[in-house]
């Protein structure tokens, strides 16, 4: 059986940051990947996905990526990042390798894998926020329509013929939208609440302004927004969601996804409640934009266009809640809802009743264990590229820690309460 101080589980993002992190502080370790590194960037994501951040700002600290700074890179260009990037410092990555179960025993931990068995001290689970495909249990799956996933979407021509019911308003059901619409199909979009921030405004990215307004390092969500969509999108060159506009273009909008029966899905009448959350959320970024560049005098060009509200579509105006999925021609309804945890290889009472780790920082409760790539692991930013590069120095910082207590012996002898 071979032995590891560490085992990282996972060669995405989380994995190989942790892998150059544990390298640099000379800890022993080796990376287990179920098939290739970044291979959810590979194969399960759509084809004309690119990232949702810019190449200059969603990166790792010591590589960049090989296109313009301000370019969203495509799917295949990240996955090629990252295998370069575990090649710049000879990452002990071992792919083809499932990790079936993990287990606490006698102060270390039993990794099973496919390819036999290993024992470490110190076991990382890299695997990322992307795990199990989130369908809420609306629309029995005899109802008729081909139902999937957007992690199962890849382009339109896999769907079959007829329209698309898209649920989801998140930057994976809007670019999958806009995608279907582009490609003639007819589009039923159902959004719920969201965020939505400007792509750019005065000159400068999203990612700027959330730096700048220091909203990258927020430590939770807030009250009542930990599961709020956030609608941006890095697809087209860069360009600001506006649902109105798109509803303008030809997507019918719908208001939340809440019931089925008889062939009808039906929806909340929440649609314009969405919509103006949405639209008071991004207008509360260009009024902190513009305090920000008047505080300290920046030389930035007004843009007033960008306050500009479109008018509300008809689908808006007279708002649709049931949808006869037969005569409305739906061949498809597409789930971009989200994903669940999925950590049963993990055999440790360190979860909480939704299988959501119980955590400070990826520190686990369970010793030994940690966690990298959690959303809100220790800030806004840390399910990001940038942001979990980061946390995957902590996590390695307190490994070493660990290390040095399990290696101090000591110099004076201990002293018991019964010694004079």
Same mark, same amino acid.
């Given at each position: 059986?071979?032995?590891?101080?560490?085992?990282?589980?996972?060669?995405?993002?989380?994995?190989?940051?942790?892998?150059?992190?544990?390298?640099?502080?000379?800890?022993?370790?080796?990376?287990?990947?179920?098939?290739?590194?970044?291979?959810?960037?590979?194969?399960?994501?759509?084809?004309?996905?690119?990232?949702?951040?810019?190449?200059?700002?969603?990166?790792?600290?010591?590589?960049?990526?090989?296109?313009?700074?301000?370019?969203?890179?495509?799917?295949?260009?990240?996955?090629?990042?990252?295998?370069?990037?575990?090649?710049?410092? &000879?990452?002990?990555?071992?792919?083809?390798?499932?990790?079936?179960?993990?287990?606490?025993?006698?102060?270390?931990?039993?990794?099973?894998?496919?390819?036999?068995?290993?024992?470490?001290?110190?076991?990382?689970?890299?695997?990322?926020?992307?795990?199990?495909?989130?369908?809420?249990?609306?629309?029995?799956?005899?109802?008729?329509?081909?139902?999937?996933?957007?992690?199962?979407?890849? &382009?339109?021509?896999?769907?079959?013929?007829?329209?698309?019911?898209?649920?989801?308003?998140?930057?994976?059901?809007?670019?999958?939208?806009?995608?279907?619409?582009?490609?003639?199909?007819?589009?039923?979009?159902?959004?719920?609440?969201?965020?939505?921030?400007?792509?750019?405004?005065?000159?400068?990215?999203?990612?700027?302004?959330?730096?700048?307004?220091?909203?990258?390092?927020?430590?939770?969500?807030?009250?009542?927004?930990?599961?709020?969509?956030?609608?941006?999108?890095?697809?087209?060159?860069?360009?600001?969601?506006?649902?109105?506009?798109?509803?303008?273009?030809?997507?019918?909008?719908?208001?939340?996804?809440?019931?089925?029966?008889?062939?009808?899905?039906?929806?909340?009448?929440?649609?314009?409640?969405?919509?103006?959350?949405?639209?008071?959320?991004?207008?509360?970024?260009?009024?902190?934009?513009?305090?920000?560049?008047?505080?300290?005098?920046?030389?930035?060009?007004?843009?007033?266009?960008?306050?500009?509200?479109?008018?509300?579509?008809?689908?808006?105006?007279?708002?649709?809640?049931?949808?006869?999925?037969?005569?409305?021609?739906?061949?498809?309804?597409?789930?971009?809802?989200?994903?669940?945890?999925?950590?049963?290889?993990?055999?440790?009472?360190?979860?909480?009743?939704?299988?959501?780790?119980?955590?400070?920082?990826?520190?686990?409760?369970?010793?030994?264990?940690?966690?990298?790539?959690?959303?809100?692991?220790?800030?806004?930013?840390?399910?990001?590229?940038?942001?979990?590069?980061?946390?995957?120095?902590?996590?390695?910082?307190?490994?070493?820690?660990?290390?040095?207590?399990?290696?101090?012996?000591?110099?004076?002898?201990?002293?018991?309460?019964?010694?004079?």
């Amino acid at each position: 059986m071979e032995e590891f101080d560490t085992v990282v589980v996972g060669a995405g993002q989380a994995g190989v940051a942790t892998s150059e992190h544990l390298t640099n502080l000379g800890i022993e370790h080796v990376v287990l990947e179920r098939a290739r590194i970044a291979e959810r960037w590979r194969t399960e994501r759509w084809d004309s996905l690119v990232a949702n951040g810019p190449a200059w700002h969603d990166r790792f600290p010591n590589a960049m990526f090989q296109c313009d700074d301000d370019a969203f890179p495509d799917k295949e260009s990240v996955a090629a990042y990252f295998e370069a990037y575990a090649k710049q410092f &000879n990452a002990p990555i071992r792919t083809g390798v499932n990790v079936t179960a993990v287990t606490p025993k006698d102060g270390a931990f039993l990794i099973e894998t496919t390819q036999g068995k290993i024992t470490a001290r110190h076991v990382v689970a890299a695997t990322g926020p992307f795990q199990k495909p989130a369908i809420p249990p609306i629309v029995p799956s005899d109802a008729g329509p081909l139902q999937i996933h957007s992690s199962a979407y890849r &382009n339109p021509d896999q769907l079959p013929e007829g329209a698309v019911l898209v649920v989801g308003g998140g930057s994976s059901g809007v670019q999958i939208a806009e995608e279907l619409m582009e490609a003639g199909r007819p589009v039923y979009l159902s959004i719920g609440p969201h965020d939505r921030p400007p792509r750019r405004y005065r000159q400068r990215d999203n990612v700027w302004w959330l730096g700048v307004l220091g909203k990258w390092n927020a430590d939770s969500p807030g009250l009542g927004a930990e599961h709020v969509t956030i609608a941006v999108s890095g697809a087209h060159g860069g360009r600001t969601i506006d649902f109105r506009r798109l509803a303008h273009r030809g997507i019918t909008l719908l208001g939340m996804a809440k019931g089925y029966q008889d062939g009808i899905i039906k929806f909340s009448n929440d649609l314009r409640n969405n919509l103006n959350a949405g639209d008071a959320n991004y207008l509360s970024v260009l009024d902190e934009a513009d305090a920000y560049i008047a505080k300290y005098g920046l030389d930035l060009p007004t843009e007033p266009h960008a306050r500009t509200i479109p008018e509300d579509p008809d689908c808006v105006k007279t708002p649709i809640h049931e949808l006869d999925l037969s005569k409305a021609g739906i061949g498809t309804i597409l789930w971009a809802t989200g994903f669940h945890f999925d950590f049963d290889w993990i055999n440790s009472d360190t979860f909480d009743d939704q299988g959501r780790p119980r955590h400070q920082r990826g520190v686990s409760e369970e010793p030994g264990l940690y966690f990298v790539g959690l959303p809100w692991q220790s800030r806004r930013g840390s399910s990001f590229i940038w942001g979990v590069w980061h946390d995957a120095k902590f996590i390695a910082d307190q490994i070493a820690i660990q290390r040095s207590y399990m290696a101090y012996h000591g110099s004076a002898a201990i002293r018991t309460p019964d010694d004079t």
